[in-house]
């Protein structure tokens, strides 16, 4: 049974990069089989897809966070990571890792989550 | 982009009904719709994908219908662990987009 589970710093300063890493376990982030996700949700509010990252380095962003988010492998720590530059008060929400399975193009298998807050 | 808009935005139902969510793309999606559920402090579940898949392991009291831009979700007879937000999730264009939710409570 795999499991995620997201890391990172839960507060964040204001212009300054917001990090999470995802680890992966049981099972291997390398499988060309999944695709590695990340999600976000606003307190009280809905889900944004964010972007994901396939094995051969590829990925796909939203386009709402234009340029600011960046989305790499690790494949020796089995872990995927997120980088969102420029961070304001807009962006503090709960962020998710998720594994997207290739085959049915759904999000199968979540981290629990961490809240990341933007303040000063 | 492709919009999600599901109705009703909340359910008030009691053990045992039957609940039907409907959501709606923006343009043509094919199949590419799948509906996850939401406890609250939890991170959402996948119940359904391709639009009427059942996912391993979530009870065939959960079914989806639908194809293009209509989609439904009906929950056949409601038991206590169902009262949750429910999520539709296009994944035919990027960037992929869900739905604002359904909430479903007592």
């Known amino acids: 049974q795999v499991q995620l589970q997201e890391s990172g710093p839960g507060l964040v300063k204001p212009s300054q990069t917001l990090s999470l890493t995802c680890t992966v376990s049981?099972?291997?982030?390398?499988?060309?089989?999944?695709?590695w996700s990340w999600i976000r949700q606003p307190a009280g509010k809905g889900l944004e897809w964010i972007g994901r990252i396939f094995i051969s380095g590829d990925t796909k962003y939203n386009p709402s966070l234009k340029s600011r988010v960046t989305i790499s492998v690790d494949t020796s720590n089995n872990q995927f990571s997120l980088r969102l530059d420029s961070a304001t008060a807009a962006d503090t929400a709960v962020y998710y890792c998720?594994?997207?399975?290739?085959?049915?193009?759904?999000?199968?298998?979540w981290g629990q989550g961490t809240l990341v807050t933007v303040s000063s | 982009d492709i919009q999600m808009t599901q109705s009703p935005s909340s359910i008030s139902a009691s053990v045992g009904d039957r609940v039907t969510i409907t959501c709606r793309a923006s343009h043509h999606i094919s199949t590419w719709l799948a509906w996850y559920q939401q406890n609250p402090g939890k991170a959402p579940k996948l119940l359904i994908y391709?639009?009427?898949r059942l996912e391993s392991g979530v009870p065939s009291r959960f079914s989806g219908s639908g194809s293009g831009t209509d989609f439904t979700l009906t929950i056949s007879r409601l038991q206590p662990e169902d009262f949750a937000t429910y999520y539709c999730?296009?994944?035919?264009?990027?960037?992929?987009?869900f739905g604002p939710g359904t909430k479903v409570d007592i």
């Open positions: 391709d639009a009427t």
């Open positions: 049981g099972g291997s982030i390398s499988s060309g089989s999944y695709f």
């Open positions: 999730q296009q994944a035919h264009t990027f960037p992929f987009s």
């Open positions: 998720a594994r997207e399975a290739v085959a049915v193009a759904a999000l199968d298998s």
